[in-house]
């Protein structure tokens, strides 16, 4: 009676012995990053303005450059990006003699994913910086309150500034 | 074993991070315009300048031209946006309006100098020398060259009125005309 129990009670140990015995796992993780970034797809356009002076009393006339406007495109790829504009007066090298102006001062608005940064050439330097997030697409341009330093009679001359834009991934 | 791989996967990916980080992108809009060389005169003050009577009326001048003062027209904020302008001052002689010739001991001109001033250094000037019959009526001037962008009153200052021999002047109403012209130095007369 006893011998009996031992030899009825082998079987079930074996059953449960192959799982154990015979296979194993390991794990490779694999990891990457895409780092926050910005960029310019159509980076350079050109506003020509023309004619800038009033033909009637050779002042500025503010309406060549209130409301003009050109359009880059881009892209940033992370919620963070910030958008910043930097706008440089429009000038002529030729000396302004009292009466007359040599500069012409504007506010610049950059628009892009519904989110706007401005910056007036009043002042140096960048204006305010905006979060423009995620986006591709258009970056809008536009131009206004435009004035000359005294309202003066404008120095005959090529007017050349610029608007940068500047797009940053994270702030 | 498994925590090995994972660090040495880890590893590789890490000196490729920091370039992509920080990013920008700038994109820039060109802005120019132009001002095209302009000169503009203001509107003369007196627009006519009246002379009314100009020959003596009674004594051993009479008939004869009067002393006329100086007469000034202002051309008020007369302006050039370019270095390098000059005004020109043109004068045709007062004559009458009688054409027909006058007889010997008659004129029927007026001769007089035209005067702009405050523009550039010194003054334009121009002496009209119209014979007694009234030909050759006009004479200019140019003046030295304004090397800034000026915005002035121009004066111009009507003298020394006289006729040619100093004869008698013919009855009649007379009319002379000044031209002040304001513009570029380059400009060929």
């Keep these: 009676m006893r011998k009996s129990l031992i030899i009825a009670a082998l079987p079930a140990v074996l059953a449960a012995s192959p799982a154990l015995a015979q296979s194993a796992t390991g794990t490779v993780d694999i990891t990457g990053s895409v780092a926050g970034r910005c960029m310019f797809t159509l980076p350079n356009k050109t506003i020509s303005l023309g004619e800038i002076s009033l033909a009637s009393n050779g002042k500025l006339d503010v309406s060549k450059v209130n409301g003009r406007n050109e359009t880059l495109t881009g892209w940033c790829n992370n919620t963070a990006a910030s958008m910043t504009v930097t706008s440089t007066q429009l000038t002529t090298p030729t000396a302004a003699t009292t009466g007359f102006d040599n500069r012409v001062d504007y506010t610049a608005t950059a628009t892009a994913n519904s989110v706007s940064a401005t910056d007036t050439s009043l002042t140096a330097g960048a204006g305010s910086g905006s979060t423009v997030g995620q986006f591709s697409g258009d970056i809008l341009v536009t131009l206004s309150a435009a004035s000359s330093p005294t309202n003066g009679l404008m120095v005959a001359g090529s007017y050349t500034g610029n608007v940068q834009v500047t797009l940053t991934p994270s702030t | ?189």
Excluded at chain 2, 29 to 53: E, H, K, M, Y
Excluded at chain 2, 145 to 164: E, G, H, K, M, S
Excluded at chain 2, 170 to 180: D, I, K
């Design chain 2, 1 to 189: 074993m498994k925590r090995l791989v994972s660090l040495a996967i880890l590893a590789l990916a890490l000196p490729a991070a920091p370039a992509l980080a920080q990013d920008s992108a700038t994109g820039t809009v060109g802005i120019d315009g132009r001002v095209t060389p302009v000169c503009i005169l203001g509107d003369p003050d007196p627009a006519l300048v009246d002379l009314g009577q100009i020959s003596e009326s009674s004594g051993p001048r009479t008939c004869k031209i009067r002393t006329i003062s100086p007469q000034v027209v202002r051309l008020p904020a007369s302006f050039c946006n370019f270095a390098g302008s000059v005004v020109r001052v043109s004068t045709t002689a007062l004559t009458s309006s009688d054409t027909t010739a006058p007889q010997p001991g008659f004129s029927r001109a007026v001769n007089y100098t035209a005067t702009a001033t405050n523009w550039a250094a010194g003054s334009s000037a121009a002496t009209s020398a119209a014979l007694r019959d009234g030909t050759s009526p006009t004479a200019s001037g140019l003046g030295s060259t304004q090397p800034l962008p000026r915005i002035a009153d121009i004066t111009v200052t009507l003298t020394n009125f006289t006729t040619p021999g100093d004869l008698i002047l013919v009855a009649g109403n007379y009319s002379g005309t000044v031209v002040v012209t304001l513009g570029p130095a380059a400009v060929p007369d």
